[in-house]
């Protein structure tokens, strides 16, 4: 639905584990060919809605180091994961568009709070409309002066510091774009933008970012302050400062007033700011979809992917998830009383690359397009399918995946364009005047700019070796890279693998507003991105981008970028895609299933049930069935 960082999605194993071969058998294996040609990405199925209906308490599995760290929905970059967003802040308060159904980057209508926006004026006049079945808890309605209160409440953050908001791209979508609004009545918001856009864009990437706050509630400087103008910037700012304090204030998330208000599904009644873990009950005001008997919602936080799996043998929580290195005791896990089902997720996974470190001048290395090639040649990703995920995954050579399907994949993403091959990457090298040391250490032999040579600012000696800092878990990180080394290793480049947590990669290496630790690594490997349902690249791929964290620029990229959410062309995304794939600005991998088990005791919409596999914890639509 939005475009987040994805968190550590399965627990951590400490320490990287010794390669496997890949050849070994799986219980699902990949295509041999490279491409993937239908839907099917699923590891198990998902049965019809069955039993009879009862409310009661679920239990859901928190991962770990993904506990939900901001309440106000005006999220920084630094807490824009999607475990804060779409399974903690959405049971609160819901966004205008709805952008997930079952495992489909598609619109789910029944659960936005608005009908789909007219476009005029050459598309730089937007005309929202809100449905009228939405209310607050205390008996308020939805206006559009609520949605409109985001849209002001996210200028006055980025005025401050453009990391206020992670969402945020100078100059392009919200807030940049809109000159003027206006709330001709309740159920109306006009938003007159300064210039064209693509309306499949705008609404699907920008649109479903906004998430109506109360301003009856919410509209004020101080705890029992008066409500505030917050269409006056003064204000707005004043407003933002109030609410961004509070939401720091992680111990009262579940005592403060303010977050009492609410137009989700649920309201928060106990949160433990050390653990992670809360209580949600439902709320009774919320007018959108669910099951009938909705049932409470507590979320258990686990500290290793061991401890949650044990949980699930022991049958000691109710949704959970199958890690991959776990999918061999399926059996145990159906006898054990759950049903399982696995899907890749909407976005991409990737090693990123820091084309800023100058580091043995890693920086020109990197910039040269036939080194990126002959990296992505030394990737397997069949093979860590099999070997690693055992089978349950998706091929992956590009921003747009290949399931879940989407209208905008190139052919490009569909087939590799890289397979893998020692030989061709070793080729590569030398035809571009380095001496290759199979299992020593390769060198620019034939520095300069010309054919034949190594590339712009490589000086001769220059050796291939640089470090990679990646997230421990889940443990097919590691594995991943440690059997992609070796493969390097054959052409004689010498890579550095360094494991460390989720966060604290994060903090190293994908931190475009503050590149401190610029020259502390060359390439960083953290998940990757959940895609917004248009997946353009803006903002990730486009130079400055606010999650651009590898420094990468190239005017081609961007030009065909900004044609992508300015333009009309129902081609311009396959175009910025193909481009990207083509260009190879990061290292693309596969994507695991994110494996979901729920006990047999748990029903509800199938949608709801597979919609988890995307990160999308819709509860409110699941019931008990004893």
């Known amino acids: 639905m939005i475009k987040t960082r994805r968190p550590v999605k399965l627990a951590a194993a400490t320490a990287v584990i010794a390669v496997l071969g890949l050849a070994a058998c799986s219980s699902k294996g990949s295509s041999s060919s490279g491409s993937v040609n239908s839907a099917s990405g699923a590891f198990g199925s998902v049965p019809a809605a069955s039993g009879t209906a009862h409310a009661g308490t679920i239990t859901w599995a928190e991962s770990p180091g993904t506990a939900p760290t901001y309440i106000f929905p005006v999220v920084p970059g630094a807490d824009l994961t999607v475990t804060t967003v779409n399974s903690f802040q959405f049971e609160l308060w819901r966004p205008l568009y709805w952008y997930t159904n079952g495992t489909a980057p598609t619109e789910t209508p029944s659960m936005s709070l608005a009908n789909q926006p007219t476009y005029t004026n050459g598309d730089k006049t937007v005309t929202i409309k809100l449905k009228t079945n939405y209310k607050w808890s205390d008996g308020q309605p939805v206006t559009s002066k609520d949605v409109l209160f985001f849209i002001d409440e996210v200028r006055a953050a980025v005025k401050e510091s453009g990391s206020?908001?992670?969402?945020?791209?100078?100059?392009?979508?919200?807030?940049?774009?809109?000159?003027?609004?206006?709330?001709?009545?309740?159920?109306?918001?006009?938003?007159n933008l300064n210039k064209a856009v693509n309306p499949l864009w705008f609404t699907q990437d920008m649109l479903s970012l906004v998430v109506p706050m109360p301003v009856?509630?919410?509209?004020?400087?101080?705890?029992?302050?008066?409500?505030?103008?917050?269409?006056?910037?003064?204000?707005?700012?004043?407003?933002y400062d109030f609410l961004n304090k509070a939401s720091g204030s992680t111990s009262t998330y579940a005592t403060?007033?303010?977050?009492?208000?609410?137009?989700?599904?649920?309201?928060?009644?106990?949160?433990?700011?050390?653990?992670?873990?809360?209580?949600?009950?439902p709320n009774p005001a919320y007018g959108g979809p669910t099951s009938g008997k909705v049932p409470t919602l507590q979320a258990v936080p686990y500290t290793s992917d061991t401890a949650e799996f044990?949980?699930?043998l022991s049958k000691n929580i109710d949704i959970g998830y199958m890690p991959s290195t776990d999918i061999p005791q399926l059996d145990a896990v159906k006898k054990a009383g759950y049903h399982v089902y696995g899907y890749p997720d909407w976005g991409f996974s990737y090693v990123n690359y820091n084309f800023a470190d100058k580091t043995g001048d890693f920086?020109?290395?990197?910039?040269?397009?036939?080194v990126r090639q002959a990296l992505a040649h030394l990737e397997d990703q069949e093979g860590y399918i099999k070997a690693f995920f055992h089978g349950a995954g998706g091929l992956d050579f590009g921003p747009i995946p290949a399931v879940p399907v989407s209208p905008y994949a190139p052919e490009n993403a569909l087939k590799n364009p890289f397979p893998f091959s020692v030989s061709t990457a070793k080729s590569l090298l030398q035809s571009h005047g380095w001496k290759v040391v199979p299992g020593g250490q390769t060198t620019c032999a034939k520095p300069g700019t010309g054919s034949g040579?190594?590339?712009?600012?490589?000086?001769?000696?220059?050796?291939?070796?640089?470090?990679?800092?990646?997230?421990?878990?889940?443990?097919?990180?590691?594995?991943?890279?440690?059997?992609?080394?070796s493969q390097a290793k054959k052409v004689g480049i010498q890579i550095v693998l360094k494991a460390d947590t989720f966060n604290h990669v994060i903090d190293v290496a994908d931190d475009p507003g503050s590149p401190k630790t610029i020259n502390d690594w060359a390439m960083a490997a953290y998940g990757g991105f959940t895609n917004a349902t248009y997946p353009t690249t803006f903002g990730i791929f486009t130079s400055g981008g606010s999650f651009n964290g590898g420094f990468w620029?190239?005017?081609?990229?961007?030009?065909?970028?900004?044609?992508?959410?300015?333009?009309?062309?129902?081609?311009?995304?396959k175009a910025e895609a193909s481009y990207i794939v083509a260009q190879q600005p990061s290292l693309f991998q596969p994507n695991a299933d994110f494996i979901i088990v729920w006990?047999?005791?748990?029903?509800?919409?199938?949608?709801?049930?597979?919609?988890?596999?995307?990160?999308?914890?819709?509860?409110?639509?699941?019931?008990?069935?004893?």
């Open 164 to 191: 206020n908001w992670g969402q945020y791209n100078p100059g392009l979508g919200l807030p940049d774009q809109v000159v003027s609004a206006s709330t001709p009545n309740s159920t109306t918001l006009v938003l």
């Open 216 to 239: 009856h509630a919410w509209a004020k400087a101080s705890a029992n302050g008066p409500v505030l103008d917050f269409t006056n910037p003064a204000n707005a700012k004043k407003i």
């Open 256 to 281: 403060n007033p303010l977050w009492k208000v609410v137009d989700g599904p649920y309201k928060l009644t106990v949160f433990n700011n050390t653990t992670g873990a809360y209580t949600m009950v």
């Open 310 to 312: 044990n949980a699930v």
């Open 363 to 370: 920086n020109n290395i990197i910039n040269q397009l036939y």
């Open 453 to 485: 040579q190594c590339g712009a600012g490589i000086p001769a000696g220059t050796k291939l070796t640089f470090n990679v800092l990646y997230a421990n878990s889940p443990a097919t990180n590691g594995e991943m890279l440690t059997d992609w080394a």
């Open 553 to 573: 620029k190239d005017p081609k990229a961007d030009k065909l970028i900004t044609a992508s959410v300015t333009g009309g062309s129902p081609d311009a995304l």
């Open 599 to 626: 006990k047999n005791t748990v029903s509800g919409q199938p949608a709801a049930i597979k919609a988890m596999t995307q990160f999308q914890l819709n509860t409110e639509l699941m019931y008990l069935t004893k």
